[in-house]
């Protein structure tokens, strides 16, 4: 059986260092590994859409910051294809036969929808198109035959829904669908990387985000105000790890060569951290080393940007080129499915054939 990825993003904001040790990344090391025979990266505009309906611009210009996020870190439109949901409505098809294999109570039992629903403050009327968004992203995940999804902890009770609606969907209409697995973040630290302020995971709300796209400027202002450990009051004075977010950040993203570059006294991050823990580290050393790993990390990411940012219409040429191509493997098992259910009346020349026969005798 082929080996395919399908996964995404909703385009309601730029994309930060979690989601690039979150998901990006792996992304990327998939793409060239070359283990998998294709490999889908959409952006959920629709889904985005279904609790942002009074506020269609705001998508419309975050496809655009997704796609450079995207392009930037090394998602390689050659090997991967990059593509926009809503330009492929077979996905809307699949979606509204979906609808009938699922029941309220099953959505209704969805963890994620309900943190979800409770942080908009949806309680009391929960727009439809947003409570049938899991059942939507089971038609994104099986339209292309998906094998592999990518993706953080929250999505694993969409993939176990897919799993259902596929087990579902091929018990009453006969072996059409695939069941998918969910690739889950290698680790803890890049399952949820804080913020700047040590307190919440990276979100856009709380201001404790650095950008794919931040300047170095940026950056370095940002690893500076960074929380660390507030009883930590002089150089000499002990440290504790526990919720210090720049060793938290050099946990996601360094390796011993950085330390022979940046920091030679120390041969790794547990020297590091065992000095700091005894006392004799100030943070601002630490600091300081953080920003040149992230630095490191993030100078050919804008670079790459640099190039896609004074060529915008040659991304849409991608994404327009990548829905074109999505369209058509999602329209191949569409055919499939429409087949399966039997509502492919016009193509069914032996149906015709028979009613015909059956009305002249
Ligand atoms: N729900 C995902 C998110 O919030 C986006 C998404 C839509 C997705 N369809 C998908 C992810 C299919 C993986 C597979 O980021």
Redesign the pocket.
């Known amino acids: 059986m082929e080996k395919i990825i ?5 385009p309601t904001g730029k994309l930060h260092l979690g989601h690039y040790v979150g998901s990006l990344r792996r992304r990327v090391e998939l793409q060239n590994s070359g283990e998998f025979d294709k490999i889908f990266v ?1 952006i ?1 505009d629709a ?1 985005a859409l279904t609790d942002n309906a009074d506020n269609p611009e705001k998508i419309r210009q975050n496809i655009i910051e997704v796609a450079l996020d995207y392009l930037s870190v090394g998602i390689d439109p050659a090997k991967t294809t990059i593509f926009i949901q809503s330009q492929v409505p077979e996905l809307c098809e699949l979606a509204f036969y979906y609808m009938n294999l699922v029941t309220v109570s099953r959505v209704q039992r969805n963890p994620t929808v309900k943190t979800e629903i409770k942080m908009r403050n949806f309680e009391q009327s929960i727009p439809l198109g947003f409570f049938c968004y899991p059942v939507s ?1 089971a038609s ?2 099986t339209a292309f035959k998906a094998t592999t ?1 990518p ?1 953080g902890e929250d ?1 694993a009770p ?1 993939i176990e829904l897919t799993r259902e609606i596929v087990n579902r969907f091929n018990n009453i209409y006969g072996p059409t669908l695939v069941e998918p697995d969910i690739l889950l973040p290698e680790n803890a630290v890049c399952q949820r990387l804080p913020g700047t302020d040590g307190k919440a995971k990276m979100s856009k709300s709380l201001g404790n985000c650095i950008y794919l796209s931040d300047s170095p400027k940026e950056l370095k202002k940002k690893v500076n105000s960074m929380y660390t450990d507030p009883e930590h009051l002089t150089i000499d004075s002990p440290g504790h790890l526990e919720g210090n977010c720049p060793f938290i950040y050099l946990d996601a993203f360094s390796n011993d060569g950085h330390f022979a570059k940046y920091l030679p006294e120390y041969n790794n991050l547990q020297e590091l951290k065992d000095h700091y823990t005894r006392g004799g580290v100030g943070d601002g050393t630490v600091k300081k080393l953080l920003t040149n790993v992230l630095e490191e990390e993030l100078v050919p990411i804008r670079e790459r940007r640099k190039y896609y940012e004074q060529n915008i219409p040659e991304v849409y040429d991608i994404l327009r080129k990548g829905s074109e191509n999505a369209r058509a493997t999602a329209a191949k098992t569409l055919d499939e499915v429409r087949a399966a259910m039997k509502i492919n009346y016009f193509d069914d020349a032996a149906l015709i054939a028979d009613q015909a026969a059956r009305y002249k005798a």
């Open positions: 399908l996964t995404g993003d909703r959409m959920a889904q992203q994104d995940i999804v993706a999505q969409m």
